[in-house]
């Protein structure tokens, strides 16, 4: 039997990227109830506003939306349940030591099938202030601008 290598990106937080530098990513693994993972697969998962808590030494992760299975039955899951995090002791223990400086935070950034596993890429995040923000759309839009530019003169 061969195996699964469908790294397809299912969902992703564009927002992450706006309101946060990324510093450093890693991935985990979830724990999943039932038909989540048909969900996931279906691509039925948002992660604009979920976000990350360490507690109890263990990572959790919360408002991140999977949509009921459609085919499932009474027993579907609950679409914003809170859901653990697979890390190893030691990549817990570093995000831990990480988090304890001042703005920076956890949050998922991509959520995709690896080996037929839900995986989630984690990133450590130091906050944006309103002009690094302002600052990222200038240089967006100078970019787009340059991109005309060429095309136009390409034609």
């Known amino acids: 039997m061969a195996k699964k290598h469908d790294d397809k990106v ?3 937080n ?3 990227s706006h309101d946060y530098f990324i510093e450093d990513t890693m991935e985990a693994g979830l724990v999943l109830q039932g038909t989540e993972i048909k969900s996931i697969r279906n691509g039925r998962v948002q992660l604009k506003d979920a976000f990350i ?3 109890n030494n263990e990572a959790w992760i919360s408002n991140m939306h999977i949509s009921p299975y459609e085919q499932g039955n009474r027993f579907n899951h609950d679409p914003l349940r809170v859901r653990k995090l697979l890390l190893h002791k ?3 223990s570093e995000l831990i030591g990480k988090t304890k ?3 920076y935070t956890i949050v998922p950034l991509k959520m995709y099938v690896k080996n037929g596993y839900a995986k989630v890429l984690i990133g450590l ?3 944006k202030k309103d002009y690094d923000k302002r600052s990222d759309m ?3 839009e100078a970019k ?3 991109e005309r530019a060429f095309k136009a003169r390409n034609q």
């Open 10 to 12: 299912l969902a992703q």
């Open 14 to 16: 564009k927002k992450a």
């Open 53 to 55: 808590r360490i507690r």
């Open 90 to 92: 030691k990549q817990i």
């Open 101 to 103: 400086r001042d703005g």
């Open 125 to 127: 995040g130091k906050g």
């Open 138 to 140: 200038k240089k967006k």
């Open 144 to 146: 787009r601008e340059i």
